[in-house]
C-alpha cells in the first residue's frame, strides 16, 4: 500500500477538450466566466439588501417611541401629605403584539415640595411595595426593606432608595413614563 | 484521464493556490466535471433567445423560495393573525413591503414565462420525439405553479383573499358525488375559517414546494436525458445540425434575460407596491371577489354555465382540455415540428389561448359595464388604498385570563391585587410567573373561606415561595377573595 496519495490530478479535462478547441479559447472564456461571476455576485448582494434589512428590522429599528401614561391631574396631588398610590396604564410592543397593563406607581413630594413619581416596585427583588401610613413610610413585606415618604432607603436589605420615573407635566395633567430598572444593584439601570 | 497535451503546465507546481484549491476540492467531489457536465450541454442549431424560458423559470422559483422564507420569518399562520402579521410585514418592517411585493409580482412573472415556456415548446414542436415524460411532467409542474398561486392568494387573509378563495373552493361542491366531500377537505370544514388558511399554508409552503423540487429535478433530468430539441427544422430524434456548447452564449442569453427580470420585477415591486386591503370579514354580503389576473379569463368562463349544464363546463370540457394538451405528445405523432405544416394542432392551440383572451376582456368589459359592479369594485380599490394609509395597528392582546370583572367587589379586589403587589409575583390577573403559581381557577380549588384564611395566614408551602400574610381591612379583604373567586 502506498505511504501518501498521489497529487490531486484534474479531472476530465479531456472532456471540455473535446468540444471546444481549448488553448485558443480558454483565456476568452476564463475573462467572461469571471465577468459572469463578478455581475451575478453584484447582482445577488444588491437583491440581498432589502433581505438581510427586513432579517435585522427588530434588531435595528429604532426602539419604540416613548409612551407616557396618565397618573392623574395637578391638581389632585397639590395638597398630599403623603405618598399615594396611583396605577397607570403602560403598553409594551412586541413585534406585532400591543399588551397593556396596569402598574402601580406614587406620587411623593420631595424635600423641596415638588412632584416626584416612584416606581412601586421594590429595588431588592422586586415586589410591590406597600405605603405604610402608620409607620410614615414605605415597608416592603417580602424582606422588609424601608423608605421614607420621599423613596429614601432608610433600612433594609434594598442596595437603593426607591427609583424615580422620568415624569411631565402636560395641559395640567401629570404623565410618567413607566420604567423597569435592575434591582439589586446599588446604581439605577433602566432595563425595558 | 489526464492528457499530456491538455495543459502546458505540470499541475504540482507553480499553480495559484486558487488553482490548487479547485483542484483539491474537485478530487474529493467531482465538481468540475459535474460543471462541464452542465456547461457544455449541446444546443443543436447554436443558442436562441427562444430557449431561455425554461432557467429563467428555475431562477424565479428559487427568488419564490428567497423571498417566502424570509416571509415566513413575521407570517402567522391563523385567522387571528394572518392580516395583522402581513400588515406588520408591508407598513412596519424594514423591506417589509418590498419583498411582499416582489414575491406576489414574481408569481405573476412565473405564470406568463411559464405561458412564454409552454408557447415556445408547443410552436417549436420541442415535446417531439421521445419526449412524452419530460412534457408530461411540465403538465404536472404547470399544474402544481397553478396551485401555488391559489394557495397563497388566501394568506394575506384579507377582503380579496377571503372572498376570491370562498368562491374559488366553492367551484369544486359542482363536482358530483365527492364534489362536496373535496370542498370541505380543502376547507377543512363546511366554512371558510383558521383551518383553511393554515391547509393553505401547509400547501403552499410544505408540500407543493416539496412535490415541485421533485418533478423540476425530473424535468431537468429527462430533458438532459432526451437533448435539446434545437431549431424547428432539426430532427427532434437525432439532430444532425452542428451544436454549441451551452456556456458561454445561451448561458449569457439566459442570464440577460434573468437579470432583465430582476430589473422589472424590481422595479414594480419598488414603484407600486402590493396592496393589503382591510381584513377579512366573513359577514360583510356585498363584496365583490376578482380573482388574481390570471384566473380571470377562468373567473368568467365558469359564469357562463349555470344549472345542470355546469357539470359541463366545469368538469367535462377543462377535463378534454387537460387530457388533450397532457395526452399531447402521444396523440401528435409525427416528427414534423414546422408550425405552418401542423395547422390543426397549432390552430387548436391559437384558439384556446384566443378564448382565454376572449374571456378576460369580457369580464373587463362587463364589470365596467355594469355601473353597480363598477362602483362597488372602485369602493373596494378606495378601501384598500385608505387601509394601506391608515399606521400599523398592533394586535392589543389582553393579559390571558384576564377578562373584565364580572362585579364592582371584583373590580375593587383587582385593584387591590395590583396595589397590593400580588401582581408582581402572581402576574398581571393572576397568569403566574416564574416566582409564583397562578391563580387562575383558584376558586376552584378552595372556597371563599378557605382563600380568606390562605390570604390570612398562608400555608408553609406558600411561606417557603415568599407569600406574605396579607393585611387587609375585611372589606378589602372580601374584595380580593371575591376578585380571585372571578379568575377564571
Known sequence: MPQTLPPDKPRGSGHAASSTPDLVSRPRRSFLAGLLTAGTAGVGALLAVPVVRFVLHPVLAKTTEKSWSDVGTVDEFHSITAPVQKLVQI?????????????????????????????????????????????????????????????????????????????????????????????????????? | ??????????????????????????ARTGLNSLLHDALDEPIPGGAKLAYVFGSAL????????????????????????????????????SGGSLLRS????????????????????????????????????????FALMLGMAFTGYLLPWDQKAYFATTVGTNILSEIPLVGNWLKQLLRGGTEMGTLTLSRFFVLHVFLIPALIFLFVAQHIYLFRKSGAAGPVSADPTNPNLPSEPFYPK?????????????????????????????????????????????????????????????????????????????????????????????PLSVGAFAAVFAALGFFGVQ?????????????????????????????????????????????????????????????????????GTAAAPKLIGVGKKFDSAKLESLLKSPNSAMQLGGMEAVDLKQADLDALVNYLQSLK
Open chain 2, 363 to 431: 369580464s373587463h368589459r362587463q364589470d365596467e359595464k355594469n355601473p353597480g359592479v363598477a362602483t362597488q369594485l372602485e369602493k373596494q380599490r378606495q378601501h384598500e388604498e385608505e387601509f394601506m394609509k391608515e399606521p400599523f395597528q398592533p394586535e392589543l392582546v389582553g393579559a390571558s385570563g384576564g377578562a373584565e370583572p364580572t362585579n364592582a367587589l371584583a373590580g375593587k379586589g383587582q385593584t387591590l391585587f395590583t396595589a397590593q403587589g400580588c401582581n408582581s409575583c402572581h402576574g398581571d390577573n393572576g397568569v
Open chain 2, 102 to 141: 416582489i414575491h406576489s409580482y414574481g408569481s405573476s412573472a412565473i405564470v406568463i414565462v411559464l405561458l412564454l415556456h409552454i408557447i415556445q415548446t408547443f410552436v417549436y414542436g420541442s415535446y417531439k420525439g421521445r419526449r412524452e415524460l419530460l412534457w408530461v411532467v411540465g403538465c404536472i409542474l
Open chain 1, 91 to 192: 403598553e409594551q410592543l412586541d413585534g406585532w403584539r400591543r399588551t397593556l397593563s396596569q402598574k402601580p406607581v406614587y406620587v411623593v413630594k420631595d424635600s423641596a415640595g415638588q412632584l416626584v413619581v416612584l416606581s412601586a416596585v421594590c429595588t431588592h427583588l422586586g415586589c410591590t411595595v406597600p405605603w405604610v401610613d402608620k409607620q410614615n413610610k414605605f415597608i416592603c413585606p417580602c424582606h422588609q426593606a424601608m423608605f421614607d415618604p420621599a423613596g429614601k432607603l432608610i433600612g433594609g436589605p434594598a442596595p437603593r432608595g426607591m427609583d424615580v420615573l422620568p415624569m411631565k407635566i402636560e395641559q395640567g395633567m401629570l404623565k410618567v413614563q413607566y420604567q423597569f430598572f435592575r434591582q439589586l444593584t446599588p446604581k439605577k439601570e433602566v432595563i425595558a
Open chain 2, 250 to 342: 445561451q448561458l449569457v442569453m439566459d442570464m440577460g434575460f434573468a437579470l432583465l427580470i430582476v430589473i422589472f420585477v424590481g422595479l414594480l415591486a419598488w414603484k407600486i407596491p402590493v396592496m393589503l386591503g382591510p381584513k377579512a370579514d366573513p359577514s360583510e354580503t356585498v363584496f365583490l371577489p376578482r380573482p388574481e389576473w390570471y384566473y380571470i379569463p377562468v373567473f368568467q368562463y365558469l359564469k357562463y354555465w349555470k344549472g345542470w349544464t355546469s357539470i359541463v363546463g366545469i368538469l367535462v370540457i377543462p377535463g378534454i382540455l387537460g387530457l388533450l394538451l397532457v395526452g399531447l405528445p402521444f396523440l401528435d405523432r409525427s416528427l414534423e415540428r414546422r408550425p405552418w405544416k401542423r
Open chain 2, 58 to 93: 428555475l431562477f424565479l422559483f428559487l427568488s419564490q423560495i428567497v423571498t417566502g422564507v424570509f416571509l415566513a420569518m413575521y407570517y402567522v399562520p391563523s385567522a387571528d393573525h394572518a392580516h395583522t402579521t402581513v400588515s406588520y410585514i408591508t407598513k412596519e418592517v
Open chain 2, 1 to 26: 484521464m489526464n492528457e499530456p497535451g491538455a495543459s502546458n503546465r505540470s499541475p504540482e507546481s507553480n499553480d495559484s493556490v486558487v488553482a490548487r484549491l479547485i483542484r483539491w476540492n474537485d
